[in-house]
């Protein structure tokens, strides 16, 4: 069964400090992953999708990296604005997507 | 704004009425989506539309569900005699093209059942 496991559930990070938000996964056959942002009472707004192992993505202060088995989601220097739960899926042989429980990012200024 | 938009973004109801929501997604897309995310989950596949044609339809969705796409525009997602277990956010999402590339969210409606 497909599967996306986020760690940690809840970080607090100082304005600055660098840090990495893990995501592991298990699929038949990986036909795309997927990272989201979403913030309180919204919808999740998408920030990139990663297709192969090796594969990473830029976004401003955000980083999105690919192996066979996980994903990383790097934040370079935080900022508040930064605050925020980013959440992790993959779409396998099927059609939908299966979304990790999310990791609640905090900047602190 | 070109988004997916829904209406109503709030939705109180007392346990066994029905209620209705709508999804317009971005224009030209395709593929039309809807989920449900709990507090503290991630969201949940529930049903997914190409054009008119429901194709997928999730476990999830018991017989008291049931959504439409009638001319391959907007959606609408019915619940027929709620429950407080439906109480929820149900977010609609679109994509476009043939491969299932990036789906896009709207902000979703919040149904809470008394």
């Known amino acids: 069964e497909d599967q996306v496991t986020q760690s940690p559930e809840a970080l607090r990070l100082q304005e600055g400090e660098s840090s990495s938000l893990n995501c592991s996964y298990t699929?038949?056959?990986?036909?795309?992953l997927f990272w989201y942002r979403q913030d309180p009472g919204k919808g999740p707004e998408f920030l990139f999708t990663?297709?192969?192992a090796g594969e990473e993505k830029e976004k401003e202060r955000l980083k999105a990296t690919l192996t066979k088995k996980e994903s990383f989601l790097h934040i370079t220097a935080p900022k508040p604005e930064d605050s925020a739960t980013y959440l992790c899926?993959?779409?396998?042989?099927?059609?939908?997507?299966?979304f990790g429980t999310g990791t609640l990012l905090a900047v602190q200024p | 704004d070109t988004g997916v938009s829904q209406d109503p973004r709030h939705k109180i109801t007392k346990r066994g009425q029905n209620v209705t929501f709508r999804c317009d997604p971005i224009?030209?897309?395709?593929?039309l989506y809807w989920y449900r995310q709990t507090l503290g989950q991630g969201p949940e596949f529930l049903t997914y539309?190409?054009?008119?044609?429901?194709?997928?339809k999730s476990r999830l969705l018991s017989d008291r569900f049931s959504a439409e796409r009638p001319k391959g525009s907007f959606s609408t997602l019915e619940i027929q005699r709620t429950e407080q277990g439906d109480s929820a956010m149900y977010l609609c999402?679109?994509?476009?093209?043939?491969?299932?590339?990036?789906?896009?969210f709207g902000p979703g409606t919040r149904l809470t059942v008394l």
């Open positions: 990663l297709y192969s």
């Open positions: 999402a679109s994509s476009f093209g043939t491969s299932h590339n990036e789906q896009f």
């Open positions: 224009s030209e897309h395709n593929r």
């Open positions: 699929v038949s056959g990986l036909r795309g």
């Open positions: 539309f190409q054009n008119e044609a429901q194709l997928e």
């Open positions: 899926a993959v779409r396998g042989a099927t059609n939908k997507l299966i």
